[in-house]
């Protein structure tokens, strides 16, 4: 027969954030299951960029959402480079990149773009079917480029602030409801 989980066994798997991101980042053994990463994993073997605690994962996200707002196709790995240099953890750098993804970078980048275009006080530029058709899409990109990084490197900074502060908080209120509810236990 189970035993059934009490409330502080519950609140620290489920609510704890250590343990949150403990249980979906993989660790080194896990990924040195796999034969195609051990040229790389065997670089990145510090121990400094595998631990999960406060200060590591909040600037590992941060980094993370950062680079995901960049319109560059090589988000992940500026965000393990920054990661790597940083000493923060590496895996939740990487994975919080993925909030760009197919699905979600078109809204993204246009909303960056908006953003840009108020920024620099320019107008917002439209591309039609018939510039794709000749060389005015060319000579259209200085317009869109300027604007759509302007916009992502504002974005992805204050998107940044905003994730660092909520996981940082976050994690240090979790702890603070652990040691109360440690308190209230007879």
């Not at 519950?10 to 954030?17: G, P, Q």
Request: net charge positive; charged share 15%.
């Amino acid at each position: 027969m189970k035993d059934e989980l009490e409330y502080g066994d519950y609140f620290n798997k489920i609510v704890m954030a250590k343990f949150f991101f403990k249980r979906i980042l993989p660790t080194r053994e896990k990924l040195n299951r796999y034969r195609i990463l051990n040229p790389i994993i065997s670089r990145i073997s510090s121990a400094a960029i595998w631990q999960v605690n406060r200060r590591s994962i909040s600037i590992a996200v941060a980094i993370g959402i950062f680079f995901g707002a960049q319109p560059v196709p090589i988000q992940m790995a500026m965000a393990g480079i920054t990661a790597g240099l940083l000493r923060v953890n590496l895996p939740c750098a990487i994975l919080f990149t993925f909030w760009s993804n197919p699905f979600t970078a078109a809204p993204i980048y246009y909303f960056n773009y908006r953003i840009g275009a108020w920024l620099l006080q320019s107008p917002a530029h439209h591309i039609n079917a018939d510039a794709l058709q000749d060389n005015s899409l060319i000579s259209a990109g200085g317009r869109i480029l300027v604007p759509l990084f302007s916009g992502s490197l504002l974005v992805g900074m204050v998107a940044a602030a905003v994730s660092y502060l909520v996981i940082f908080y976050w994690w240090r209120i979790t702890i603070m409801l652990h040691k109360i509810d440690r308190g209230r236990r007879p």
